[in-house]
């Protein structure tokens, strides 16, 4: 039974940082590609960043690119997202997914507010 529990949100003053984590079970996540999506109030799901298999190759959306780090914890089987330099604007659930499992986690909340 594959599952994908997310992790590490909160609250945090515009220009922190967070680490979010994402347990997987039932798959191995050096195996699959995986990545970060959010969804802010009102907004549609949106992608965030991608890694592959290998972890050899990563993509971010321009709203994250050089703020955002997108890894993967083999040793612990989760994938991780390192985000810095936090704007009003990253605020939403953020959500960790594979291509070839349809289902989404519970999600962890982010909220950025002073």
């Known amino acids: 039974q594959v599952q994908l529990v997310e992790s590490g949100g909160g609250l945090v003053q515009p220009g922190g940082s967070l680490r979010l984590s994402c347990a997987a079970s039932?798959?191995?996540?050096?195996?699959?590609?995986m990545s970060w999506y959010r969804q802010a109030p009102g907004k549609e799901r949106e992608l965030v960043a991608t890694i592959t298999s290998t972890g050899g190759s990563t993509s971010y959306a321009d709203s994250v690119k050089g703020r955002f780090t997108i890894s993967k914890d083999n040793a612990k089987n989760t994938l991780d997202l390192q985000m810095n330099s936090l704007k009003p604007e990253d605020t939403a659930v953020y959500y960790c997914k594979v291509p070839w499992w349809a289902r989404w986690g519970q999600g962890t909340q982010v909220t950025v507010a002073s």
């Open positions: 039932g798959f191995t996540v050096s195996n699959s590609a």
